[in-house]
C-alpha cells in the first residue's frame, strides 16, 4: 500500500495517548473514608474541588468543595481508560471531571487542570502541525511568485516581518512559506478561496498553537480554556476531513 501521508500520521499520533497517561491515580488521591471527614479534608487542601470518599479501600463517592454536597460516584462520573485526550477534552467540556475506570475498577480521576499536562500540549501540538501542513500544501504552489502571492494576500503589517526574517536568514533560508505562522496560513487559504473558517477561530488555533508549543504556558488557564480546546479540536478534525 501507500505510505501513509504526514497528516495521516500525526493524525494518528494525535489520538494515541489516552486519558491513562495523565490521570491521577487512585493511590495518589487525597481521600477521606465518610462524608464528615470528606468536609474537614476539603477544608484542610482547600485547592482540591473534589475529595474522594473511600469505604473499606474502594471509591464510591465525592465531596465537591463548592456545593458541599456529598454524591455517589455514577456512571455519568466514570470513563474509560482508553479515552483519548482529544475525546476527554470534549467530555471535560461538559463536566470539570471525571472518574477513570479500568478492568471494572475506578483507576483514576482526572480535573480540567489536568489538560495542562504535557501530553495533552503534544497532543494539540501534534494535530495543529497537521492542519497547517494541511492547509499550506493546498495554497503552496500554485504561484510561482511566492512574493508577489504573499504581498498581495498576506496581512498588510505581516509581509514586511516576514521578508525581513526571510532576507535576515540569508543563504539559509529555504522560502518565505517557511516563515509563516498558523494564523497567516489560515487567513492566506480563507482569502484565496481554499476554506472556509471564521477569524475568530483562526485567533483561537493560533492561541492554543502557541500555548502548546511553550513548555512554561498553560494550555487551559480556566473552565472557559477547555471550551477553547474543544473548539479548536473540532475545526482541527473538520479541515483534515474527520478522524
Do not use: W
Not at 493546498?138 to 504581498?151: H, W
Not at 498581495?152 to 517557511?178: H, M, T, V, W
Request: hydrophobic residues 40%.
Amino acid at each position: 500500500g501507500l505510505m501513509p501521508t504526514l497528516e495521516e500520521t500525526l493524525k494518528r499520533l494525535a489520538i494515541t495517548f489516552t486519558v491513562k497517561d495523565i490521570m491521577i491515580p487512585s493511590a495518589a488521591l487525597v481521600c477521606a473514608g465518610d462524608e464528615s471527614e470528606a468536609a474537614k479534608v476539603s477544608n484542610g487542601n482547600p485547592d482540591f474541588n473534589v475529595i474522594p470518599i473511600k469505604r473499606e479501600g474502594k471509591l464510591g463517592g465525592y465531596f465537591e468543595r463548592d456545593s458541599h454536597i456529598a454524591r455517589e460516584i455514577t456512571l455519568n462520573d466514570l470513563i474509560s481508560d482508553g479515552t483519548s485526550l482529544l475525546d476527554l477534552v470534549e467530555i471535560l467540556e461538559e463536566r470539570q471531571f471525571s472518574f477513570i475506570l479500568s478492568h471494572r475498577q475506578i483507576a483514576g480521576y482526572a480535573h480540567f487542570s489536568d489538560l495542562n499536562h504535557h501530553l495533552v500540549k503534544l497532543a494539540f501540538y501534534v494535530i495543529l502541525e497537521a492542519l497547517e501542513r494541511h492547509v499550506l500544501s493546498s495554497i503552496q504552489g500554485r504561484d510561482a511568485n511566492d512574493k508577489e502571492f504573499l504581498s498581495k494576500n498576506l496581512n498588510p503589517n505581516r509581509f514586511p516581518r516576514i521578508s525581513e526574517q526571510y532576507k535576515r536568514d540569508g543563504d539559509a533560508a529555504r522560502s518565505l512559506y517557511n516563515y509563516l505562522n498558523i494564523s497567516d496560513i489560515l487567513h492566506l487559504a480563507v482569502k484565496t478561496g481554499k476554506l472556509q473558517i471564521d477569524n475568530d477561530a483562526i485567533r483561537e488555533a493560533k492561541q492554543v498553537r502557541d500555548a502548546a508549543a511553550h513548555a512554561l504556558e498553560n494550555i487551559v488557564a480556566d473552565y472557559e480554556g477547555v471550551k477553547r480546546l474543544g473548539r479548536v479540536k473540532r475545526e482541527c478534525l473538520r479541515i483534515l476531513g474527520g478522524a
